[in-house]
């Protein structure tokens, strides 16, 4: 910054003189030149445009005062010229005012809880802002869906949870897998319930392209729920199987209480909750008469799932009015209008107070919802898929 300075200074008319009255935008006839900035060689010295922005002035400063201080030494100015310095130091003053910042500016400034960083975190406290996003299936357009690869991918893309489907085996093994049946999405056949594990893990996923195992084998819940705590996300697991017990017992034994969210009916979740306390839950309500009965009946209720398929303002507002946070499928009326390069379906979710919505385009909804964390404009328009 600039300081005061008690020391000789150089008259008018010499160079190191020129350069400081510039800086203060004073009069250009202390220079040879006039006030409206043109000097004798007829070319414009217009003081903004030399100097830059004003929180650059104490840079010229510095530079008007090394150049004077100099001239001094060689012409020997005596002491007392000082006192032609007040109207400079003025000048040194009000710029100070207008781009010092107060010392205690930067304590003041307020820093998120570091636990806000988290999915779990974030969902855990009502007073976190931050909106998250869900991958639909894992990043399903660029590997299998409910895949180890699809999680990794997903992750990467930016996505704080990783949406993915729970079944069991004949032989009770926890599974990924949406349909009932392994028919649509490997080389098999038959229900995921009348096939033993050994079974199910001969298959191969179809999917384009698919090399790595990771993307080509049908993975356990136990997996993926390592997967997902190794990339730093958690998984929304949407419970297809009425083996609640074994659920809590597979996330019993990694103690993955903050990485697995249980989604599920909300009869099944008041019933799965009081078995398990510790239990991550999201149950779906699609009324405010559920949703009442669902904070009556679920201690320490995080979130819920609005099964919906618009935004839903009023019926969002009681549940963020609760301290609760939303989530919703974003999948039709936003994902749609995407195509055609239009956020605002996207939008209406987001202004309606949802916090988590999924999407089956993750790698698009992540940077408008980071720019909706950082400057709080949700983008109307943005990039579409090719």
């Known amino acids: 910054m600039i300081k005061k300075v008690s ?13 400081l009255v510039a800086s203060v935008t004073l009069s250009m006839n202390a220079c040879g030149g006039n006030a409206n900035g043109t000097v004798d060689n ?6 903004a445009d030399d100097l830059g922005l004003a929180t650059d002035a104490a840079d010229a400063f510095d530079t008007a005062f090394e150049t004077a201080f100099d001239n001094i030494e060689d012409t020997g100015i005596p002491t007392d010229a000082s006192k032609d310095l007040e109207t400079v130091t003025d000048a040194a003053d009000a710029v100070d ?25 974030c969902v855990s406290d009502p007073a976190c802002p931050r909106v998250m996003v869900a991958a639909h299936r894992g990043f399903h357009r660029q590997h299998p869906e409910n895949s180890l690869a699809g999680i990794r991918g997903a992750a990467a893309v930016g996505v ?21 049946n392994v028919d649509r999405t490997s080389d098999g056949t038959g ?17 384009d392209g698919a090399q790595d195992p990771d993307e080509v084998k049908i993975p356990l819940f136990s997996d993926a729920l390592a997967a997902a705590r190794s990339a730093g996300i958690a998984l929304y697991v949407d419970q297809k199987t009425s083996n609640t017990d074994l659920v809590i017992q597979v996330v019993a034994e990694g103690n993955y209480w903050d990485v697995a969210m249980i989604r599920d009916d909300f009869p099944v979740i008041v019933g799965q909750v009081q078995k398990e306390p510790r ?8 009324t405010a008469e559920e949703f009442q009965t669902v904070l009556e009946n679920v201690p320490g209720l995080r979130i819920v799932e609005l099964s919906l398929g618009s935004a839903d303002p009023v019926l969002t507002g009681i549940v963020r009015d609760a301290g609760i946070k939303v989530q919703q499928d974003v999948l039709g009326t936003g994902d749609l209008f995407l195509a055609f390069g239009d956020y605002t379906g996207w939008k209406a979710f987001i202004d309606a107070g949802v916090s988590l919505p999924q999407t089956d385009y993750p790698d698009f909804l992540v940077p408008a919802v980071r720019q909706y964390n950082e400057t709080g404009i949700f983008p109307e328009t943005g990039p579409i898929p090719e």
């Open 160 to 180: 704080d949870f990783s949406e993915v489907d729970v079944r069991e085996t004949l032989d009770g093994v926890l599974v990924l897998m949406h349909d009932s």
């Open 97 to 121: 005012a207008i781009t010092e910042i107060p010392a205690d500016a930067a304590a003041d400034a307020f820093v998120p809880p570091p636990e806000w960083a988290t999915p779990y975190g």
């Open 7 to 19: 020391s000789p200074f150089v008259l008018p008319g010499t160079p190191g003189f020129c350069l």
């Open 279 to 286: 239990l991550w839950v999201m149950p779906a309500i699609a």
């Open 191 to 207: 229900d995921v319930s009348s096939l033993t594990w050994e079974q199910i893990l001969a298959l191969t996923l179809d999917f």
């Open 42 to 47: 007829g070319s414009k010295t217009d003081v």
